[in-house]
């Protein structure tokens, strides 16, 4: 089954413990995502990657890491974590689909908490 | 990137059509026009997509005016299933680009 999965899906830590949220494809997307989705604010892009050892900023990048060494995986990395950075966050990646469409392909998310 | 502009929330009564505006004044050339579907707590799901015209899939439609400044989204008859809060994101179409969602539309379908 062609998807994207997140772990962990809940996390709750505490101020500057270093975590890794993992994202994994399975579809041999190229270009990768991730967002963070706050009450009132929609979904903001955090990183993206255009593949393997590419990867650029998007409108919230501050207190956030990511790489990207292979292509099905894409972790997001918070080194510091700090409590407004408590959000539910979501994995993507993209695929030009059929009949010239494109859609991105949303994991289940991870809702993390920072205490 | 070309900044979209939707109603923050509309109500619709069971087996209405429904139609959802977005508004792109500064869409660019290349720009394609992207509809997702979100409910609470999972993450957004494609609907369709369209450059110009009329496209049609099976669960919507998207009308683009010859100006292209703005687009909407058409679900017929909705149901209860379809509350849920829809985004339209304006951008190129390989992806391969920085994204930017607007706040979404939250439609409400009432029995």
């Known amino acids: 089954e062609a998807q994207v999965t997140q772990n962990p899906r809940y996390l709750i830590t505490v101020t500057g413990k270093k975590l890794t949220v993992t994202c994994s494809q399975n579809?041999?997307?190229?270009?990768m995502s991730w967002y963070r989705q706050d009450p009132g604010l929609g979904l903001r892009q955090i990183y993206y990657?255009?593949?393997?050892?590419?990867?650029d900023k998007g409108d919230v990048p501050e207190g956030y890491k990511v790489s990207r060494k292979e292509k099905r995986n894409f972790p997001l990395i918070l080194e510091s974590p700090s409590p407004n950075q408590t959000s539910l966050y979501f994995c993507?990646?993209?695929?030009?689909?059929?009949?010239?469409?494109?859609?991105?392909?949303f994991g289940p998310g991870t809702r993390l908490t920072v205490l | 990137l070309a900044k979209t502009t939707q109603p923050i929330s509309m109500d619709s009564y069971e087996g209405q059509e429904v139609n959802i505006t977005c508004s792109h004044n500064?869409?660019?050339?290349?720009?394609?026009i992207t509809w997702y579907q979100q409910f609470p707590s999972q993450g957004p799901r494609f609907i369709i997509q369209?450059?110009?015209t009329k496209v049609t899939n099976e669960v919507a439609s998207l009308f683009i005016p010859a100006d292209r400044k703005s687009s909407t989204l058409s679900l017929p008859r909705v149901s209860l299933s379809d509350t849920a809060v829809y985004y339209c994101?304006?951008?190129?179409?390989?992806?391969?680009?920085?994204?930017?969602f607007g706040t979404g539309t939250k439609l409400q379908v009432i029995p």
């Open positions: 994101l304006v951008g190129g179409y390989t992806g391969y680009q920085k994204v930017t």
């Open positions: 579809m041999n997307h190229e270009y």
């Open positions: 990657s255009m593949n393997v050892e590419v990867t």
């Open positions: 369209g450059y110009k």
């Open positions: 500064n869409i660019a050339t290349n720009d394609y």
């Open positions: 993507a990646s993209t695929s030009p689909g059929t009949s010239g469409t494109n859609e991105q392909f």
